[in-house]
């Protein structure tokens, strides 16, 4: 997953290690048997309609930060485009887009973010967070593109894996534009160390989400 999910980016250095060994795997991706088909395309779909709408928040609440806004804009289209793609994919198989189900795993990450103090602290939480959202997507894409029989469904999310790879890297580049990168990595890290507890829990819970 490294290789091409941390393919872009000025974390080199440390974007092996980084997502090799602290990301653990989502439980929910995991048991692919137990899920219907339109159980995974309709998750799915909404994973792209939540980051679409968090890339809008985002230019609202920093629509003074140019860099942020020009990158982040065309992230919308795509993700919108992307809802779309698996909104026809259900469509084409005769499926129907469920309901959103409660995310647990986001909420608990959105959780570690910082309340109070200063915009900056605030800002690099929103980007980050949305890095490791991100990051995990593409895990997922690639789980995906391995483990489902389909093998039109396979090239279908080895496509979104490829485009979700980009986006990681695109949300720690903005934190890098506007934070000082030291302070970007120390913060990077304490958020992997939270997933990895929030993602233990889960497990622990035996909390498939669905
Ligand atoms: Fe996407
Ligand atoms: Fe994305």
New binding site residues.
Partial sequence: MAAICAAHGTFAPMEKSVLGLHLPTDPRWVDLAGKTLEDILTDHAY??QK?ATSCISLIQRYSDREVLVNEVAPIVT??WG?FRLVLAELQRRGLRLGRQRKDEYVNALMAFEVKGGAEEDKLLDKLLLCALIEAR?CERFKRLSEGLDDEYLRQFYRR?ME??AG?YTLFIDLALTYIPEDKVRRRWKEWLAHEAAVMETLEVRGDRMH
């Fill in positions: 994973c792209e980051a795509e993700e992307h997507s979104f485009s979700e986006h």
